[in-house]
């Protein structure tokens, strides 16, 4: 049995590395972005030509200010004009051509035409163009042969506080160790924070720490995170040191009841005090009784007991009726005509 085992391991091990060896592709080709001049004055038109990108994909083309194929955009999107950037969808063989006007961008060159994927793994590249009559600036000095790498896991401490329940931008701090690999310090690295939201794809922005990172030195950098007002749902923040990303972080942010309360709030509110008013408005209009033509309105009993005949009162003992006058009869006696002097008395009967 040892025999067979012996004789067969070398095929299984040599029939595996084969498999793995066939199973590995090529890498995937870089895309690549061409241009039609590669310097144009503000105010003109370039062609935009892409090649070798994902077919279907939404890319953005800006016109970006201190940067260079090699290091990137430094600044951000802050260097590029924003504003005058342009859309574009690759095509089935993930190809694109697109024209875009040229403008200044707010730094100052050299110049490059960045185009990133707007959605899902971000992707891009950079064409060099030269805009005429824009200043051109050195590039910022790289801080020698320093590398530093992330040490240990990073974390996003704070707490929003209870602003954040009413809409308030969420914000953290993300606290992490590096280190310095190289052999030359660092002195205040600028790293940059990428925040996505959902499969759109990361917005980066710059934070410099202050400080310096010796040769085989470590250090602990906290650098303020912060989202948009009203921000809620599942992000991944992540840190980039040039073009390397040394970290990614998930962040779950809580819905802000307190929006939705407040317009609630509002709906229930404001009709209520919508009705009160328009209720005191008509009450005020109302004509009041005794007010309308100087007579005052009967009242609902009037005419009710008006129905009603009234008794004749009978005059008072000892009070005779005053000359011109007729006693009131009562409606069931009718008095006899002869007067009561001249009426003959009757006696009782045996």
Not at 22 to 32: L, N, W
Not at 87 to 95: E, L, M, N, P
Not at 131 to 143: F, I, N
Request: hydrophobic share 40%.
């Amino acid at each position: 049995m040892a025999v067979l085992l012996a004789a067969i391991l070398p095929a299984l091990l040599l029939t595996a590395t084969g498999a793995g060896a066939a199973g590995r592709t090529a890498a995937e080709p870089e895309p690549v972005v061409t241009l039609s001049q590669k310097e144009a004055g503000k105010g003109g038109e370039v062609t935009v030509r892409g090649k070798e990108w994902h077919p279907g994909t939404l890319l953005m083309m800006l016109i970006c200010g201190q940067s260079t194929p090699a290091r990137g955009v430094i600044g951000g999107t802050n260097s590029c004009a924003n504003a005058q950037g342009r859309a574009v969808t690759t095509d089935d063989k993930g190809a694109f051509t697109r024209k875009m006007p040229v403008t200044e961008p707010p730094v100052p060159c050299p110049c490059v035409v960045h185009v990133a994927t707007v959605t899902g793994e971000q992707v891009l590249a950079d064409a060099v163009i030269v805009v005429a009559g824009h200043p051109v600036a050195a590039l910022p000095r790289e801080t020698g042969d320093g590398r530093l790498a992330v040490l240990a896991a990073t974390r996003l401490e704070g707490d929003s506080g209870l602003l954040t329940w009413f809409g308030a931008p969420p914000s953290r701090r993300l606290v992490f160790t590096v280190g310095n690999l190289g052999s030359a310090p660092v002195k205040d690295p600028v790293f940059r924070v990428g925040t996505a939201h959902g499969v759109y794809a990361a917005q980066w922005e710059e934070r410099q720490w202050r400080g310096t990172v010796e040769p085989g030195r470590k250090a602990r950098i906290e650098l303020p995170v912060e989202l948009t007002a009203g921000a809620h749902g599942d992000y991944q923040i992540s840190l980039k040191y040039g073009t390397k990303v040394l970290a990614e972080q998930p962040w779950g942010v809580g819905r802000p009841w307190g929006v939705t309360l407040f317009w609630i709030l509002l709906c229930l509110v404001v009709p209520a005090a919508v009705f009160r008013i328009g209720m005191a408005i008509v009450d005020r209009a109302r004509p009041r009784p005794g007010r309308a033509g100087g007579r005052r309105r009967p009242s609902p009993r009037a005419g009710v007991t008006a129905r009603f005949p009234k008794p004749r009162s009978a005059p008072s003992a000892g009070k005779a009726p005053s000359p011109g006058t007729t006693a009131a009869a009562l409606p069931w006696f009718t008095p006899d005509s002869a007067p009561s002097e001249h009426r003959p008395t009757t006696k009782g009967h045996s």
